[in-house]
Each structure stands twice: as C-alpha cells, then as structure tokens.
C-alpha cells in the first residue's frame, strides 16, 4: 500500500493549492479517503473525508467553503482544492485510507505566509 501526496508549497494569503493523493496497492475504489493536517505543536486534525461510493463530503469547520474534496476512482488519485488560504492553514497535510484510518502517507508541507 502507498499513498504518495503532492501539491504543496508556499503561498500567500488568499491564494490557492491544489493537492493530490495517488494511491497503489489497494482497490482504492472501495476506501473512504480523507485529507488531514498536523501544524507544529498541535494533534493531527481531520480536514475532510469522500466516502467510496456516493462521493458524499465532509469538512472541518475551519475549511468549510474554502477547501473541497474530490477523488477520481480511475487514476486512483484523491484531491484537496484549497482557496482562500490563511496562514492559520500552515500545516503538513496528509491522505489517509479507509474509514479507521488504515493507511497514510507521507504529508506535504504547506505554507501560507506573505
């Protein structure tokens, strides 16, 4: 199992990310996928979920409005569009695999800074 995020980087306030997640190893078509994000000195929070079949979403709070969630089964590939960034969004972010939370990747860095 692998799941390989991509997409950060550094940005200003009000602006834009697109992230991805490709997986392998599994039938990604069958897990609920879902981003999470770990700032320095804080617990790992979730961000928002997809569930397998319906595509039904889910968001933290503090993104709702400002950040979706998209998957596409056929690249097996999961996504996180974040608009509106704030620097409070600083944080590595992470996909994670399954409804418990099976698996996870390696996180990406994003940094929202002037």
């Known amino acids: 199992v692998q799941l390989v995020e991509s997409g950060g980087g550094l940005v200003q306030p009000g602006g834009s990310l697109r992230l991805s997640c490709a997986a392998s190893?599994?039938?990604?078509?069958?897990?609920?996928m879902s981003w999470h994000r770990q700032a320095p000195g804080k617990e790992r929070e979730l961000v928002a979920g997809?569930?397998?079949?319906?595509?039904?979403?889910n968001y933290a709070d503090s993104v709702e409005g400002r950040f979706t969630i998209s998957r596409d089964n056929a690249k097996s590939t999961v996504y996180l569009q974040m608009n509106s960034l704030k620097p409070e969004d600083t944080a590595v972010y992470y996909c994670?695999?399954?409804?418990?939370?099976?698996?996870w990747g390696q996180g990406t860095q994003v940094t929202v800074s002037s």
């Open positions: 997809i569930t397998r079949l319906s595509g039904r979403t």
């Open positions: 994670s695999a399954g409804a418990q939370y099976n698996y």
């Open positions: 190893g599994f039938t990604f078509s069958s897990y609920h």
